[in-house]
Structures are given as structure tokens and as C-alpha cells.
């Protein structure tokens, strides 16, 4: 009996070794949820691609001519009325002259069937949209003046 007590006692006292192990199954929900992220971003990242080239094809095409540089790039969307995104690069670039002072103008590179460059002040209607979402892809000026670059 004595040894019984000593036993339950023991029992007590020692440390537990935790918490059952339990397996648990990946949700279907969250592993879906994971896909559909990734497929976003793929065709984020291939709408930036066909974006960057067509603005940089553009300008080496229809200029304007010299030497350009670029700032505050960025990829936007807006929600069209069929609930679909269109797409819009928008930014700054800079004719380089020699002499006379030179002005940061804006553009405009819109997805459609192909795409769309506008310059100017019709650029800024697109661009400063109050629906406009800005997608988090970073400053996109570099990438768009290293293909500029590569077409001359």
C-alpha cells in the first residue's frame, strides 16, 4: 500500500510531456486560397512584363526622339464595369536636352486586346483616377529603362 501512495505521488509530480500530438490535414480551403495567390501573382508578373515591353517599344517607335529617362513607375488597375481588371502602367519621363530646361511628363500604358500609350494630360486622366488600385510591385522605373535601352 505504502509503495502504492509513493507511486501516485510520483505520478503527480513529474512533468507532463506536453500536449497530445494531434495530425491535422491540410485545409482544403487554405491550400486553395494558396493557388489562387500564386496564380494571381504569376499573372501580375506577366501583365508587368507585357506592359514594360510595350511601353518601351512604343517609345523607341514613336519617340519622343533622344535620350530618355524614367521615375515613379508603377503598375494600377482599375475594376471595369464587367467586373474585370484593366491594367495601367503610369510614370514620368524625362526627354534629356541639351540647354533649355527640360519637364517630367507623364504616361500612360493601359492593357487592352493589345495596349494603349498615352502622353500628357491625357495620361494623367488614366493615371489619377480615384478608382485607380496601385498593385505593391515596387518603383518600376529601372526594368522600364533597361528595356528602353535594349531596343536601341
Known amino acids: ?20 500530438i ?4 491540410p485545409q482544403t480551403a487554405n491550400r486553395n486560397h494558396a493557388l489562387a495567390h500564386d496564380t494571381e ?7 508587368v512584363q507585357c506592359l514594360l515591353t510595350s511601353a518601351a517599344t512604343d517609345f523607341h517607335t514613336h519617340g519622343p526622339t533622344g535620350p530618355l529617362r524614367f521615375r515613379e513607375v508603377r503598375l494600377g488597375h482599375i475594376i471595369s464595369p464587367s467586373a474585370e481588371k484593366q491594367y495601367r502602367l503610369c510614370g514620368q519621363f524625362l526627354q534629356t536636352q541639351v540647354g533649355n530646361k527640360a519637364q517630367w511628363t507623364l504616361f500612360a ?10 502622353i500628357g494630360s491625357t495620361a494623367a486622366a488614366f493615371c489619377q483616377d480615384s478608382s485607380m488600385i496601385w498593385d505593391n510591385v515596387g518603383d518600376l522605373a529601372p526594368l522600364l529603362q533597361s528595356r528602353l535601352d535594349s531596343l536601341r
Open 41 to 47: 501573382k504569376a499573372a501580375v508578373d506577366s501583365i
Open 1 to 20: 500500500m505504502r509503495y502504492l501512495v509513493v507511486l501516485c505521488g510520483l505520478l503527480i509530480f513529474l512533468p507532463s510531456t506536453g500536449s497530445p
Open 109 to 118: 500604358t493601359i492593357k487592352t486586346g493589345d495596349y494603349e500609350q498615352w
Open 22 to 25: 494531434v495530425q491535422s490535414k
